[in-house]
């Protein structure tokens, strides 16, 4: 007995609705009303009933547009993606630079937005939207002017992808359990770093990293200079691999 074929659930995958008379809300008011709502209350306050009394809409006006909240988090989180620049194919030696700065900017995209930290890693078709496929083909295009063949551009690509979503997105979880106790971040390391270097204590080479930290050299690195200095490793790694020097 052959198996019914699954549809793909994703706003992508789904042909959108056209109607006749022309509907009160567009499909580009609810994503900018969403976003709004995500970056002031977070990924839980947002509800398509909350959201279309925001817009002065019923939920169901909304639902013309976007079949669900997933299709609706799908939609923000690829607008939220095009705020990174265009990047034009460079001069090929001077991908590591194109690379590390579309990098940056992405890393800083996240953290001006930390609710995606509770989205990203749950959107299985984040690769099918026009934003992402734009920034896919302009960090493909860039390896290979560099000489990358195909696979090792794409290889290439996961990888750094991979470092900046994670630590992006670490960084932003960070943010909102920050801003969530009321102070800043200074004075919020100061009152959990007892806790972390006691937790540490049972683990030698843990623990000598948090006396370390005590270090007034190391805590004055700060998280962008940690961020540069990571991907530059990974860089340098994807430079070994392929002979891209």
């Known amino acids: 007995m052959a198996v019914e074929e699954q549809e793909i659930q994703s706003v992508w995958t789904r042909p959108q609705r056209r109607r006749r008379d022309q509907p009160a809300l567009s499909r580009e008011q609810i994503v900018a009303e969403a976003i709004g709502l995500l970056d002031a209350e977070g990924v839980a306050a947002l509800s398509m009933r909350k959201l ?5 809409a019923g939920a169901t006006s909304l639902y013309t547009h976007v079949a669900n909240k997933d299709e609706l988090i799908e939609l923000v989180t690829d607008e939220v993606l095009g705020e990174l620049p265009i990047m034009s194919v460079p001069d090929p ?5 194109a690379i590390t700065d579309l990098a940056t900017e992405l890393r ?4 001006r937005h930390p609710w995606l930290a509770s989205v990203l890693g749950e959107i299985g078709t984040l690769y099918l939207g026009p934003n992402m496929m734009r920034v896919s ?3 493909l295009a860039t390896f ?3 000489g990358f063949d195909m696979a090792a551009a794409d290889h290439a690509m996961n990888v750094v992808f991979s470092y900046v ?4 997105l670490a960084e932003a979880a960070s943010m909102v359990v920050i801003a969530r106790s009321g102070v800043d971040e200074e004075e919020w390391m100061r009152r959990v770093f007892p806790a972390a270097e006691a937790a540490a204590r049972p683990y030698p080479t843990v623990h000598k990293r948090y006396t370390s930290a005590q270090n007034p050299a190391w805590k004055a690195k ?3 200079e940690s961020f540069a200095h990571e991907l530059g490793l990974i860089l340098n790694g994807i430079d070994a691999v392929t002979g891209n020097r």
């Open 93 to 97: 030696s001077q991908w590591r630079s």
């Open 52 to 56: 279309g009394a925001k817009l002065n």
């Open 137 to 139: 083909d302009s960090v």
């Open 144 to 146: 290979e002017a560099a």
């Open 165 to 168: 979503l994670g630590n992006a």
């Open 108 to 111: 800083a995209t996240i953290l």
């Open 222 to 224: 700060s998280r962008e």
